[in-house]
């Protein structure tokens, strides 16, 4: 397929390269030189505006790093909406609050377009393995027509609902990644504390009810799990910055309802701090560092 792709940065770029290998035409545009460079030595074209990277796309994939970003893409003053062609199926990879998403959307299917909502979950390790779950939200139609698209960039594509649930579903999701990331890191450092080894500690915790997701994938001790960033200076990887942008939705999202969500209040408020004290660029697993104690 002829594909227009939007934001090729840390998730983007490793997706739109997937894209080429599985044999897709894929045109890019980036408001970020290097990043454009980057992408057209994996395989990618550059467009030199936003309207050239959608003209003649039968898929448009926008991943973009904010409510504002998208908007403006698609809707905004030179939005790329008429642009496309009405046959072109849009999917929005990016994380964004639902209103956002369904706003966009609306406006889309009013000007006869089809558009979905597919954030994405697995991080940059994810992206470049092609093993990302999309999590979309749409007409079923539009997500069954989108997945061999996904699937050459994913493992697993999920329908949470219509328009804006994949958005819902994501921000559930990477809250419940933040809490028990933050209890991972507390336990560690508690452990440590008392003169256990964090690797033995945690192999102990992985085999007990204490399993989860940050232990077995994603360990944010040093030198306990190769290849992730927490043994790479806590390089690369889910920013603490996104991270507090997701649970900025999240507790958004739980106001609109009147959800309790105490836990993901403490979350949020533990990442806001940890990113002010430096951490705002490093990865989301660096949330250790705010338990260690200043001597070490």
Request: net charge negative; charged share 20%.
């Amino acid at each position: 397929m002829k594909i227009g792709f939007f934001g090729v940065g840390h998730m983007g770029g490793p997706m739109a390269a997937n894209l080429v290998k599985a044999g897709h035409d894929v045109t890019v545009f980036d408001l970020v030189p290097a990043l454009l460079a980057a992408a057209v030595n994996d395989g990618v074209k550059a467009a030199e505006s936003a309207a050239d990277a959608v003209r003649g796309a039968e898929v448009v994939i926008s991943m973009l790093p904010s409510a504002a970003a998208v908007r403006g893409l698609y809707v905004g003053e030179a939005g790329v909406l008429p642009h496309i062609d009405k046959n072109a199926l849009i999917i929005d990879c990016s994380t964004i609050d639902a209103d956002t998403a369904r706003e966009v959307a609306g406006v889309a299917k009013q000007q006869g377009r089809v558009m979905i909502d597919a954030p994405v979950s697995g991080g940059v390790g994810g992206a470049k393995a092609g093993t990302l779950t999309f999590i979309c939200g749409g007409p079923e139609a539009a997500i069954e027509r989108a997945r061999p698209v996904l699937d050459c960039m994913g493992a697993q594509v999920f329908r949470a609902g219509d328009s804006g649930a994949g958005q819902l579903a994501k921000i559930c999701n990477n809250m419940l990644l933040a809490i028990h990331m933050i209890g991972t890191a507390e336990a560690l450092q508690m452990g440590v504390d008392h003169g256990l080894d964090p690797a033995v500690l945690s192999d102990i915790m992985k085999a007990s009810s204490g399993d989860n997701w940050s232990l077995d994938k994603y360990n944010p001790w040093p030198g306990v799990m190769e290849n992730v960033p927490a043994s790479k200076e806590y390089e690369g990887g889910f920013a603490v910055k996104l991270m507090n942008k997701d649970l900025g939705l999240a507790l958004q999202a739980a106001l609109s309802t009147q959800s309790a969500t105490p836990m993901g209040n403490l979350a949020k408020s533990l990442y806001a701090a940890h990113g002010n004290h430096g951490y705002a660029e490093k990865d989301f697993s660096s949330i250790q560092k705010f338990f260690r104690h200043k001597k070490t």
